[in-house]
């Protein structure tokens, strides 16, 4: 397995502290979410017990990031989670969430490989580092929401991008209809 592929795996120590295996420091919890944000992955592991604590790490950066003012989630989406875990089973909420993000990713995916075949510039030499700044500069002023987009705007794929947000905005207000009838 790559490395990039292998999730950088942080140690909790019994003092809270979290320890970075790969550099061998202590980091925080907004060094996490950079990793994150970078497009790696993280496993978070208690050093006494064990325990994976990677879920209750990544809810709390979430908790932290909308303490602050910094709203990821919209309300109406944070009491549709809230109720599906009020259903016995968990409903289908998590299911969902993570078809959308899959989804999301897969798009991402191919407006970069039909950017890079449909470019004649990709041809021109210099340009992979023309892409690798741009793709930085775009993970820097969107969070990383675009980390698999690298080129400029066209209608056309403004067009597919609104389209499939619709698609997921539609789907999320049925699941949401779904969910109120189940209450």
Do not use: C
Not at 12 to 38: C, G, K, P, Q, W
Not at 93 to 112: A, T, Y
Not at 155 to 167: A, G, I, P, V
């Amino acid at each position: 397995m790559a490395e990039q592929e292998k999730p950088l795996l942080i140690k909790r120590y019994a003092s809270r502290r979290l320890y970075n295996t790969e550099t061998s420091d202590y980091v925080t919890l907004e060094d996490i979410a950079a990793f994150i944000r970078d497009g790696r992955e993280v496993q978070i592991i208690d050093l006494k017990t064990g325990d994976d604590l990677t879920r209750q790490y990544l809810l709390q950066i979430i908790a932290e990031h909308e303490s602050r003012g910094e709203n990821v989630l919209p309300v109406n989406v944070l009491n549709d989670l809230v109720r599906s875990y009020m259903i016995p089973g968990g409903g289908m909420m998590p299911q969902f969430l993570q078809s959308s993000f899959e989804m999301l990713r897969e798009s991402q995916n191919k407006m970069m490989e039909n950017m890079n075949a449909m470019n004649p510039m990709s041809q021109m030499p210099g340009f992979e580092a023309l892409q690798a700044q741009q793709q930085a500069f775009l993970k820097a002023m969107t969070g990383g929401l675009s980390s698999g987009w690298s080129g400029p705007d066209k209608d056309e794929e403004q067009t597919e991008s609104k389209e499939d947000l619709d698609d997921i905005k539609k789907q999320l207000a049925e699941l949401q209809k779904k969910l109120s009838k189940l209450n």
